[in-house]
């Protein structure tokens, strides 16, 4: 029985309990018990990624072809990319087990504090990322639509776990691997659009949609990451993680590829305004580049906790106010 089991079956052996015991002797251990499980899952899964994930391919199908004919479609088609999104981060945690066990902020995930045997987070990956693919695929309702974004897909979990998670160990170029695979997702969304025939049959504005929007997702990774970097820095020498602000302390290097990144992206993220021809989608594109830009011009100068954590506060709303505002303002003419 591994240990995950065994959380499991103390929760069936608590469960009775309630029934029998008052609510004050009974509920502490169940609760206990479920809110432990919970955490665990959380942190296998990590959901706030897999959200991102999922907001990034409804995001790129919303600027390839305004809304789905059929909602069902589109909620499978989730369903399947966040079964892979799981399985990429339970491999990730598989193959960063004992870098994991250095770090405080990592060490008590299941798999580094040892509550999940090896071979038991494998099997996960393997049921998660095979079931994915296929929730994809059955998702457009043929295999013919449904292979190339369950290939994207596919893609996007081998470049994040066979790439970019060793590569942290030996290079800082990693961070420009790992974006590749943070924007992969757009793909996924787009593929699902039809947006290859549409491209083929003369409608390129969706394309150009995309094509931004993929662009401006691997921009907002480096300032992004850098803060992030930043911030454990320790850590991350620490566990030999080959972070550009453990190759350079100073800092110098990581705050000039952040506001290079955040240059870069100001006019990247206009053009996710021209298919649509929306002023709003311009003006709240312009405006999340340039608090970008201005948050890290802050990092490039202070080179300290205070504004790296600025950095990435501002990273989250910047990232949620662009889709939000291409849904809400970027619907295709």
């Not at 405080?104 to 038991?120: L, S």
């Not at 292979?147 to 979990?157: E, H, K, L, R, Y």
């Not at 662009?215 to 990451?225: E, I, K, M, S």
């Not at 550009?244 to 100001?266: H, N, Y």
Request: overall charge positive; glycine content about 8%; aromatic content about 6%.
């Amino acid at each position: 029985m591994t240990p995950l089991d065994s959380r499991s079956g103390a929760i069936r052996q608590a469960l009775p309990a309630v029934a029998v015991a008052s609510p004050a002797a009974g509920d502490g251990p169940a609760v206990e018990a479920l809110a432990s499980l919970s955490t665990d899952i959380s942190q296998l899964v990590r959901p706030r990624i897999a959200i991102m994930v999922l907001a990034t391919v409804v995001t790129a199908m919303w600027l390839t072809a305004g809304r789905p004919a059929h909602l069902g479609q589109l909620l499978w088609l989730l369903v399947g990319t966040a079964l892979v999104a799981a399985s990429s981060s339970i491999a990730n945690q598989i193959l960063e087990r004992d870098t994991d066990r250095l770090m405080p902020r990592t060490a008590r995930r299941p798999i580094a504090a040892g509550r999940m045997t090896v071979f038991t987070a494998a099997v996960l990956t393997a049921v998660l990322l095979g079931a994915g693919a296929a929730t994809i695929v059955l998702s457009a309702g043929s295999l013919a639509r449904g292979w190339p974004p369950a290939a994207a897909a596919v893609a996007t979990w081998l470049l994040y776990v066979l790439v970019y998670t060793p590569m942290k160990k030996r290079s800082p170029l990693n961070t420009a691997v790992g974006a590749v695979a943070g924007a992969l997702p757009v793909g996924i969304g787009w593929l699902a659009a039809d947006g290859p025939a549409r491209f083929a049959g003369g409608d390129a504005s969706g394309t150009l949609t995309a094509a931004a929007l993929a662009t401006v997702l691997y921009l907002w990774q480096f300032p992004h990451f850098m803060a992030i970097a930043w911030l454990y820095r320790g850590q991350y020498a620490r566990a030999g993680l080959r972070m550009l602000t453990v190759d350079d302390p100073s800092g110098l290097r990581a705050s000039g590829q952040a506001l290079a990144a955040a240059l870069a992206m100001v006019p990247v993220s206009l053009v996710l305004a021209v298919p649509s021809g929306s002023i709003r989608l311009f003006l709240a594109a312009a405006v999340a580049a340039i608090v970008y830009c201005g948050a890290s011009i802050r990092f490039a100068v202070r080179r300290d906790d205070a504004s790296a954590r600025t950095l990435l506060l501002v990273s989250l709303g910047v990232l949620l106010a662009l889709l939000t505002a291409a849904v809400v303002f970027g619907q295709p003419r």
